[in-house]
T-cell receptor, first 112, second 113 residues
């Protein structure tokens, strides 16, 4: 069964700290792993994505780490800011399949 | 550039009434998705269209739900009759064939009482 398991469900971090959200998948055919960020009252928006040919991708304070053998990928938010408080979703799909398989989301709160 | 446009943003309706949600995808995008979001089940893909043709409707919960895409710039999701358990945020999203980025609208918040 295609699944993406995301943890933790919620996370509280102090300003300046590192936020880490983890996802695990089962389908070895997955080859695209995006992270989406959703603010209250808004739709999810693509934050950063990775393909399995690299083990890490960094964009500003956001980094995806990818472990193909463990079938896991994680989002690291360095120097977390109150403005990063949102719900984060990991997802995955395979090839040209438009159907993303979503994690259940992590609610991140960054305390000032 | 205009993003995905959804209407209505909020709707409160009585059980048994018909609900129609509307979506205008981003111009030039040829894939359109309808998602439902609840606290319990997260983001669920209900149906997706490619070039106005329904490709995968396996997520449509039951026959009370139907979706149409009569042209490249408009889609509807209809619930008839509505039930309280349909209360959720319904998102429309679109993407291009090339590239995987899906762009979401701001959602339609549905409450069925």
């Amino acid at each position: 069964q295609q699944q993406v398991k995301q943890s933790p469900q919620s996370l509280i971090v102090q300003k300046g700290g590192i936020s880490i959200i983890n996802c695990a998948y089962e389908n070895t055919a997955f080859d695209y792993f995006p992270w989406y960020q959703q603010f209250p009252g808004k739709g999810p928006a693509l934050l950063i994505a990775i393909r399995p040919d690299v083990s890490e991708k960094k964009e500003g304070r956001f980094t995806i780490s990818f472990n193909k053998s463990a079938k896991q990928f994680s989002l690291h938010i360095m120097d977390s800011q109150p403005g990063d408080s949102a719900t984060y979703f990991c997802a995955a799909n395979a090839g040209n399949n438009r159907k993303l398989i979503w994690g259940l989301g992590t609610s991140l709160a960054v305390n000032p | 550039d205009a993003g995905v446009i959804q209407s209505p943003r909020h709707e409160v309706t009585e059980m048994g009434q018909e609900v129609t949600l509307r979506c205008k995808p981003i111009s030039g995008h040829n894939s359109l998705f309808w998602y439902r979001q609840t606290m319990m089940r997260g983001l669920e893909l209900l149906i997706y269209f490619n070039n106005n043709v329904p490709i995968d409707d396996s997520g449509m919960p039951e026959d009370r739900f139907s979706a149409k895409m009569p042209n490249a710039s408009f889609s509807t999701l209809k619930i008839q009759p509505s039930e309280p358990r349909d209360s959720a945020v319904y998102f429309c999203a679109s993407s291009r064939d090339i590239g995987n980025t899906i762009y979401f609208g701001e959602g339609s918040w549905l409450t069925v009482v």
